[in-house]
């Protein structure tokens, strides 16, 4: 058994290595469909996260991109030092609960879970993300103004601080009642961890 992990490892570091190549790409994209469709959907259509986004939809409705820069540069602010009342607001609200949950139960394969309103703004999270504004990145905007469910898995790059590969999966979030987007979810997954499921 010790000699099958160890030569599972073996290919797996090579398939990482060979990361740029189309080949590598296309195993890393299809295992995080895969574990999307096996994990993730049902996460993003639990009433927790349904009812914060449209909550913070309605609330941030009238927010202007001054607005939301100006979010954004306070929240980079308390970021930088470690924490303060805005972070405080999103990570002990119900649904950052429920995602550090899903991050837990998910023993170490999923390395951060935080979901996004329809202006990209954080809404809940389970480890603090540096900045609070995402909507003028690939993640947001490759999901939430697309097609309903869209999906977006990015490109695999080396996490300096767990020194471990790793790949973002963001999909768009439905409405279940209503079948249009109100906000997407990004999941940072362990590349080896997902490669070997």
Do not use: C, H
Not at 26 to 47: G, M, T
Not at 77 to 98: C, W
Request: proline share 3%; aromatic share 6%; charged share 20%.
């Amino acid at each position: 058994m010790k000699q099958n992990l160890k030569i599972a490892g073996v290919v797996v570091a090579a398939v990482l290595t060979m990361s740029n190549t189309a080949i590598a790409d296309e195993e890393i994209e299809a295992a995080a469909k895969l574990f999307a469709e096996r994990n993730v959907s049902s996460w993003i259509q639990n009433p927790v996260v349904i009812t914060a986004i449209k909550a913070q939809n309605k609330k941030n409705a009238s927010l202007t991109q001054s607005d939301v820069d100006a979010l954004d540069k306070t929240w980079r602010a308390e970021s930088a030092n470690s924490g303060g009342p805005m972070i405080s607001e999103v990570t002990d609200n119900t649904l950052s609960k429920f995602l550090r949950d899903i991050k837990d139960a998910q023993q170490g394969l999923v390395t951060e879970v935080f979901v996004m309103d329809d202006k990209g703004l954080n809404v809940g999270q389970s480890d603090v993300t540096s900045d609070f504004w995402q909507g003028d990145e690939a993640k947001w905007q490759k999901t939430y103004p697309a097609s309903p469910n869209a999906m977006f898995v990015d490109d695999v790059e080396m996490d300096e601080s767990t020194q471990s590969f790793q790949t973002q999966i963001s999909i768009a979030i439905t409405d279940p009642a209503t079948g249009e987007n109100i906000g997407a979810v990004t999941i940072g997954v362990d590349a080896e961890g997902l490669l070997m499921q």
